[in-house]
């Protein structure tokens, strides 16, 4: 059966009761992570049945310090469906009667199913609006703080390129001579693209650029931030200061002649005070070669040969996402962006400024321009939102005050949460503090098919079938196919679709027809594609009728251009292409910001010393600079009980690896147990001992289940979120800055307990809970 997933397309086999998957056969790079998908299917970490936390069905909705209890105290009680919807409608009723619907948090991520029908936040949304709405988040954990600063640097429209593509590879293999690249440029994050990618072709463009001689300046404390097989110059920067480097190579341009000055004149607003602060007009202190040198540790001559090499021939500057997940994120997407304007290549094939190239499968890879088969979410009556990294900050502070960019708004009072297709114990930061905001709703509400750390800090988990369980429609943003997910087993346990949990709610609380408009889960994906399909022939495509791509499996979209250049049509016209910013130009200074008065996000791309990094005072007591990547072996938390996942672990820990010297001097060797500590908690890891990370530097990866099982240490499992602080990015954007953290460690002597992350909670009988 062909099926997909976030991180590509494939063939589910089952052979003799055992599931196999074969990538899907147009992909020419398919991802290692299909691997993962045959032990997850039956792992004993699914939830079976609905269950309802013990605590909650006696003692009723409230705040409740046991709720997650970390080591497992409270049980939960497995009861039938109707139970179980006839407490949560009961609950959704009693809340939303009593507090309104803005007391209801559904702050949901949509990474659950690569199907656009069966898309849990979809649904969760879609129901909830027929019931009168609910407080939502926005903006995402990768991204949010990008989100914000591109539309005020670039306009909305703009920021929308940015973000959805930018310049296709194709161009960047045939023009770029130099991609100068923030954060690197690795290759394993672009297997995932949300709603799947049918075809992975990185490693085939990166090695046309290559004969054509493209080479690539990588800037990242980890060297395999730049691929083996990639010709280019490593960079081992000081983790955070790569805005100090822009910043350096700007002064560089500038006093030496090399700067597009009659670009900025034309393109850009507010270059001279750019300018003046480069010079250090109003501090004192110039930003040039030596004083980036003295912050990054790369010596001023190599910055200086690197500058005159980007001015000599057609260059992209390239910003990871990973740079803007820190405090201060803003700062390295805005300097970018300063940086290429300097250079005046912004517009033209393979020049200018990329962001995420090394982050998605989607960037730079290609769009059509028409949309895919979608459910609508319906109106949502609620106004009210949050960013989404500031969840804990309105769990504990009710009515509490928050800046985001340039309004002022309160924090709702959230007396239900409710969450479906997503871990925020995987996305979040300071785990313990989440732990306590979680304890603080009436009621939590949780469809997952695991039990994960965030079902078990629910009151009410009901078991959700995966993409594998059920039929559904599958395609990325930038995909080159639309696909029949087609369902392979039937479900295990109890476990119900989304669609069919959310209608059985639908019609205790009497919006049926809203919700469902009286289809089946067939008949909707029927609909849904009929639909598009007469849109598309409305543009003159033609699509085949259901019945015919369903039984091929797959239909190839038309007209995907691969051609694009970010900006082209501005810098050929920016008169009659005005970008929507308010000077029309890119600004380079924004009075915008500039009038918010923000001290952590002034008007003008700025270095701005970080709380955690190495020449910061923490550096004292925390001498090593943590970095919390994204992992290869899995999407973020996703099916880290699978195969491919598991052989990366290192004695049943997530792996952390330390240069030689770092090791040496606490004693630790290769594979040994470790444990990672600051003042926020401690984790266990396997040492991985690699000359491939910076001195100073050690990098643990995100993903691994939290499992606060043992007094040792916080999570014994490896998840460095319960090192990462949770502080917003800039009261700008109020974004994830969770990619560093100030740590120590040490082996660990003695006996280590065992990792239970994937282990069922405890249960309790259905006669030991009176009100059952």
Known sequence: MPNSTHWGAFTAI?????????????????????????????????????????????RGPGADPERGSHLGSDRFVEVEWDTALDLLAGELDRVRSRYGNASIYAGSYGWASAGRFHHAQSQMRRFLNCIGGFVRSVNTYSNGASTVILPHVVGAAGSREVMAGGTSWPVIAEHTDLLVAFGGLRTSNVWVAPGGHTRHRLGSHLAAAARRGMRVASFSPLRDDLPADV???????????????MLGLCSVLVSEGLADLEFLERYTVGADRFLAYLRGEADGQPKDAEWAAGLSGIPADELRTL????????????????????????????????????????GLP????????????????GRAAYGSPVMSQGYNAVSDFIPVARVADMLLDPGGRFDYDGGEYTYPHARLVYWTGGNPFHHHQDLQRLGRAFTMPDTVVVHEPYWTATARH?????????TLERDDLGVGRADSHLLAMKRVRGPVGQARDEYDIFSGLARRLG?????????????????????????????????????????????????????????????ADPDGHRLDTPSGRIEIYSETIAGFGYDDCPGMPSWLEPRDWLGSARAADYPLHLIANQPTTRLHAQLDMGAHSQDSKVAGREPLRIHPDDAAARGIRDGEVVQVWNDRGSCLAGAVVSEDVRPGVVQLSTGAWFDPSSELATCVHGNPNVLTTDLGTSRLAQGCAGQHALVELEPVSGPVPPVRAFEPPRFAALDETARV
């Open 231 to 245: 010709p280019g110059d490593r960079y081992a920067l000081v983790p955070g200061t790569d805005v100090a480097v």
């Open 307 to 346: 500058a005159r090499r980007m001015a000599a021939g057609r260059t992209l500057v390239h910003v990871s996402w990973s740079l803007q997940r820190t405090q201060h994120g803003e700062q390295p997407v805005w300097a970018g962006i300063a940086l290429a304007a300097l250079l005046g290549q912004i």
């Open 511 to 571: 919006v049926a027809e809203a919700y469902t408009e009286g289809r089946t889960a067939e008949q909707w994906l029927v609909h849904l594609y009929d639909r598009w399909r007469s849109r598309m022939a409305e543009r003159g495509y033609e699509v085949p009728d259901f019945d015919r791509f369903w039984s091929d499996g797959a239909f190839e979209l038309p007209d995907r251009r691969e051609d694009r250049v970010l900006f082209a049509e501005f810098r």
């Open 14 to 58: 089952s052979d003799g009761g055992r599931l196999r998957v074969e990538p899907h056969p147009l992909d020419p790079e398919p991802s290692p992570l299909l691997a993962n998908i045959p032990d997850a299917l039956d792992h004993p970490a699914r939830v079976a049945r609905p269950a309802i936390r013990r605590g909650w069905l006696e």
């Open 350 to 365: 393979g020049g200018g400024f990329g962001h995420g190239y090394s982050s998605m499968a989607d960037v730079g890879d």
């Open 458 to 466: 629910a009151d009410i988990v009901l078991p959700a079938t995966t």
